[in-house]
């Protein structure tokens, strides 16, 4: 199976996405901005999830909410 994004697009490993929506990510106290870039994201074995770095945390997100730069 392949990981889209939000808009249909294809994802793989290394892609830069941008945040479509405001997120509040548990156990961190900041939350990502509508528009924030996330580079050099990781595929899941889950094709509806991506990890990738924010600051020295290592997250998953939902590919709903992304969209490919």
Request: hydrophobic share 35%; with cysteine.
């Amino acid at each position: 199976m392949t990981t889209r994004d939000s808009n249909g697009n294809e994802l793989n490993d290394g892609d830069t996405v941008m945040v479509i929506k405001d997120l509040k990510v548990k156990g961190m106290s900041k939350t990502l901005k509508r528009g924030s870039q996330i580079r050099n994201i990781r595929l899941t074995g889950n094709p509806e999830q991506i990890e990738c770095r924010i600051g020295k945390a290592t997250i998953v997100l939902k590919t709903a909410f992304m969209k490919r730069v």
